[in-house]
C-alpha cells in the first residue's frame, strides 16, 4: 500500500462539500506474473471513454449494533479481492509493431486501485433530504478522474470512502467502462462485499488474458445511429468532447406512480424502465423545443442485463461489455415532445438490440484506435432494472440507504440510467443532462407524475 497523500481540491455536494481528500493504493495480495497482459476485446474499447459511478450510502450504526468499520477494515479483504479480479490492478498500455499499432491493452503489473478517502459535513440524513428535494449529489461521492493523459499511471477503479459527521459513510466507485459494464461492475464490488463480510465469495470467470478477443460481425456493417465516431482522435486524454457541460441529475419516481404509469399504458406490452424511459424522453424533447427536434426524435437504448445470458438477478462474474445496444426513431406524426408516454413506451418495447461486440466491430471498422462514443451520441436510455443494486454491497447486516448507478462521460444527448429503489418497487433515474436542464427536467418530471 502505498503512502496516503492529501489531495488539494474539494468537490461540491449541492451546499454541502466533500473534503479532505486522502490518497492511497492498494495492490492484489500475490504476484499475477511478469509481463500478464489482458486483451480488450472491440466492445470493450468501444465504451473506453465511458465511466459507470456506483454510489452507496450507509447510516450510521444503531445502538448495540457493531461499530462501523475503519478504513483499514474496509482495505483488508481488497487484497484477495484483487487477486480475484487482476485485471482491475492493471494499467492501460499500447501496442508496439506491426500488428495492431496502438490498440490499447491492460498490463497486469498489480499497481493497484486507488483508494480515497474524504469527509463531509453533514449527517446522513441531511444528505438524504437534500438528495430527495435537489438530486445529483452522489457524483461529489466518487472520484471524478478520467483516464489518462498518462495511460501509464491511470488506475481503472477509485473506491471513494467518504464519512458523514454522524458515523455513517457513502463508498462510492468510479470504474472505466472498459473493464466491464453495470453487470460486471456490480457482481465485483458484491464480491468485495462478500469478503468483506467472511463469506465464500464465487471465484470470477475471466478471460484469457493471452487470448485477443475476436470481433464479433463481420467487415462492411455500417455503424448504427447509436454510435458515433469522435470529430478527432482524443490521444490519451481520454473523455468525450462535448459542446455543452454535463451535470449529474437524480429523482425518485416512488411505487404508486409507477402504478399509475402502468394503468395509463394498459393497451401496452411495456415494462416499468420503458414507461420511466418514455416520461424522460418526452421531458427532455420539450426542454430542447423545436430546434432540436430532429435530434430529439432518436433515442439510443442500452440493455443490461439479458435473463437468458444472467439468470441470477443480472450479475454476471466476469470482465466483460455484453450488454445490448439500440436506436429508436419516433415517426414523423410523433413528434416525442408532445407525444403519449405510453406510446413512446412502446416504441422503446419494440427496439430492435444488437450485442455490443457486434456494435463495436460495425462503429470501429477495423481502425484498431477509433475513438467512439455510445452514451450521449443520442439521448441515452439504459435499463438497469433487472440488477439488485441494494442487496449486491452489504456491510454485514447493514444494508445502503441510498444507491445509485450512473453513467459519466456522456455526450452531448445525455445519458439516463434506471434502476430499482430502495424498496424495489419504485425506480432511481440517475442521469448526466446538460447544465440548465436539471432543474427543468425535475419540475417536468413531478408535473408529469403529480408531485406536490
Request: negative net charge; charged residues 20%; aromatic residues 6%.
Amino acid at each position: 500500500m502505498m503512502v496516503a497523500e492529501l489531495a488539494a481540491a474539494g468537490a461540491g455536494a449541492g451546499d454541502r462539500t466533500v473534503h479532505s481528500y486522502r490518497l492511497s493504493t492498494v495492490v492484489p495480495g500475490s504476484v499475477t506474473g511478469e509481463a500478464v497482459d489482458y486483451e480488450l476485446a472491440d466492445a470493450d474499447l468501444l465504451h473506453k471513454l465511458h465511466y459507470l459511478r456506483a454510489v452507496h450510502v450507509f447510516r450510521a450504526p444503531a445502538p448495540g449494533d457493531a461499530a462501523a468499520l475503519a478504513v483499514r477494515e474496509l482495505k483488508e479483504p481488497m487484497f484477495p479481492w484483487l487477486d480475484m479480479y487482476f485485471p482491475v490492478s492493471g494499467r492501460l498500455r499500447r501496442r508496439d509493431g506491426e500488428a495492431a499499432p496502438g490498440r490499447p491493452y491492460v498490463r497486469c503489473n498489480d499497481c493497484g486501485v486507488r483508494i480515497v478517502e474524504a469527509a463531509v459535513d453533514a449527517t446522513v440524513e441531511e444528505w438524504l433530504e437534500q438528495e430527495a428535494e435537489r438530486g445529483g449529489l452522489c457524483k461529489a461521492l466518487a472520484y471524478d478522474k478520467v483516464i489518462g493523459p498518462e495511460l501509464f499511471f491511470s488506475p481503472l477503479l477509485y473506491v471513494q470512502i467518504t464519512s458523514f459527521k454522524c458515523g455513517g459513510m457513502a463508498l462510492g466507485f468510479t470504474w472505466a467502462h472498459l473493464i466491464g459494464d453495470i453487470p460486471s461492475a456490480a457482481a465485483c464490488f458484491s464480491t468485495w462485499a462478500q469478503l468483506l463480510s467472511g463469506k465464500k465469495a464465487p471465484a470470477p470467470t475471466l478471460r484469457d488474458p493471452h487470448t485477443k478477443p475476436p470481433s464479433a460481425a463481420p467487415a462492411g456493417v455500417t455503424a448504427p445511429p447509436s454510435v458515433k465516431a469522435t470529430a478527432a482522435p482524443v490521444g490519451d486524454d481520454w473523455r468525450v468532447p462535448t459542446a455543452c457541460e454535463m451535470v449529474p441529475f437524480s429523482f425518485h419516481v416512488t411505487e404508486q406512480q409507477l402504478k399509475r404509469l402502468l394503468l395509463g399504458s394498459h393497451h401496452h406490452q411495456v415494462s416499468t424502465f420503458e414507461l420511466v424511459a418514455a416520461l424522460v424522453w418526452r421531458a427532455v424533447a420539450a426542454i430542447r423545443g423545436p430546434e432540436e427536434e430532429e435530434e430529439t426524435r432518436t433515442v439510443t437504448v442500452v440493455k443490461t442485463t439479458d435473463p437468458a445470458a444472467a439468470p441470477s438477478g443480472g450479475r454476471r462474474l466476469g470482465l466483460t461489455n455484453e450488454h445490448r445496444i439500440g436506436h429508436v426513431v419516433a415517426p414523423a406524426g410523433l413528434p416525442p415532445a408532445a407525444a403519449d408516454v405510453a406510446e413512446l413506451a412502446a416504441l422503446l418495447a419494440g427496439a430492435s438490440l444488437d450485442g455490443a461486440g457486434a456494435v463495436a466491430a460495425a462503429a470501429l471498422a477495423g481502425a484498431d484506435d477509433a475513438d467512439a462514443v455510445v452514451y450521449g451520441v443520442n439521448l441515452t436510455l439504459v435499463d438497469a432494472e433487472g440488477l439488485d443494486v441494494y442487496g449486491g454491497l452489504e456491510l454485514g447486516a447493514r444494508r445502503p440507504a441510498h444507491v445509485e448507478y450512473a453513467v459519466d462521460g456522456a455526450g452531448d444527448g445525455g445519458a439516463v440510467v434506471v434502476h430499482r429503489d430502495a424498496g424495489g418497487r419504485g425506480r432511481t433515474v440517475a442521469a448526466a443532462v446538460r447544465r440548465g436542464e436539471a432543474g427543468r427536467l425535475r419540475a417536468a418530471l413531478r408535473d408529469a407524475l403529480l408531485v406536490a
